[in-house]
């Protein structure tokens, strides 16, 4: 479930998008049948709109992409993690607020959106 802002990452696609990538990436980890990934993904959709162009975001379904979840982790869904220059920067697990999601995230982003 992505909107025209955010990215569908997979596990093939992970080391391009979002290790390689030139901006910050905030990835959401989640699964269709998990409530609070629901929940929180308005959040998602929301901050991929409002940071367009200084940050990429992503989701990645852990069901149809287990290895990359394990290599981070990922016990519980969701989990939103934020990457820069190929590092994970920053972890949010669990549904929190769009205000706590972006005090997270911010200090790790270069500049603020237009």
Not at 16 to 45: E, N, T, Y
Not at 74 to 82: D, F, H
Request: include cysteine; glycine fraction near 8%.
């Amino acid at each position: 479930m992505a909107n025209q802002y955010t990215n569908v990452i997979t596990d093939d696609s992970f080391e391009s998008d979002v290790l390689q990538s030139d901006k910050p990436v905030l990835i959401d980890f989640w699964a269709d049948w998990c409530g609070p990934c629901r929940m929180v993904a308005p959040h998602v959709d929301a901050i991929a709109e409002e940071y367009k162009g200084v940050l990429k975001v992503g989701k990645m379904d852990v069901d149809e992409n287990p290895m990359v979840p394990g290599r981070y982790g990922i016990v519980g869904i969701p989990t939103l993690m934020l990457f820069k220059g190929g590092s994970a920067v920053a972890r949010i697990t669990g549904a929190q607020p769009k205000d706590r999601i972006v005090a997270q995230i911010l200090p790790h982003l270069d500049t603020e959106p237009a």
